[in-house]
């Protein structure tokens, strides 16, 4: 079975500050690893994604994460947030071999996140 | 084009009564996802189809708890005899396998109210 762990469910931080938001899983198995947000009043959302290849994936507004298989992680980082970025961060992973094309979730519990002017 | 919709948007039941969730995927999706988002467990996987069928039924909670989906599309969450811990927003998602890009396409959900 796998697990997700999101070590913090709250992250306040300052406005241009960098952030990192933690992310472990355990899994008997290769895995995808995901990161979804959830804006205020909104649905999920795929932030980024780590397939294969290289272990540094990035969104197209300046989120990026690593996949780092020895420590079983994949945190999620940015330089410096906006306002904009308030939002709820779930971290997810799907089994490469679950079988056919089930490739259900398994989520963290989340970590929000606040911007502060 | 148009995304994954859900409806009713709220949902207040009584408890003991039954009700139906229901799900309308983006078109030509075959995969259908089912989850669950609840302030005490978080978002657990709840079922999965592929086309009408139903592999993978290993998150649902009870035997109260079923699911179809017809014509390939539309998808249907029957909550039987609700309690009060199924209080939660559902969510359904879709994916297209084929894509290879693995992501779901989630629904902006059904909060059910039992009271």
């Known amino acids: 079975a796998q697990s997700v762990t999101q070590l913090d469910s709250q992250v306040p931080v300052f406005e241009e500050a960098p952030v990192e938001l933690r992310c472990n899983y355990s899994s008997s198995v290769s895995v995808y690893l995901f990161w979804y947000v959830q804006y205020p009043n909104q649905g999920l959302q795929l932030l980024l994604k780590y397939l294969s290849g290289s272990t540094l994936v990035e969104s197209i507004n300046g989120f990026e994460a690593e996949f780092n298989k020895s420590q079983t992680s994949f945190h999620l980082r940015k330089p410096s947030v906006h306002i904009s970025d308030t939002a709820e961060y779930f971290c997810?992973?799907?089994?490469?071999?679950?079988?056919?094309?089930?490739?259900?979730?398994?989520f963290g519990k989340g970590t929000l996140l606040t911007v502060n002017p | 084009g148009a995304g994954v919709s859900q409806s009713p948007s709220n949902k207040v039941t009584e408890k003991g009564k039954d009700v139906e969730l229901r799900c309308d995927p983006i078109s030509g999706h075959t995969a259908l996802y089912w989850y669950r988002q609840s302030l005490g467990q978080g978002l657990e996987f709840l079922i999965y189809f592929q086309g009408n069928s139903a592999p993978d039924k290993s998150g649902l909670p009870s035997d109260r708890f079923s699911a179809e989906r017809t014509g390939g599309s539309v998808s249907t969450l029957t909550i039987q005899r609700t309690q009060q811990e199924d209080s939660a927003v559902y969510l359904c998602?879709?994916?297209?396998?084929?894509?290879?890009?693995?992501?779901?396409?989630f629904g902006p959900g059904t909060r059910l109210t039992v009271t």
């Open positions: 998602a879709s994916s297209f396998p084929g894509s290879f890009s693995y992501e779901q396409y």
């Open positions: 997810a992973v799907s089994d490469l071999y679950s079988g056919g094309s089930n490739y259900k979730l398994t």
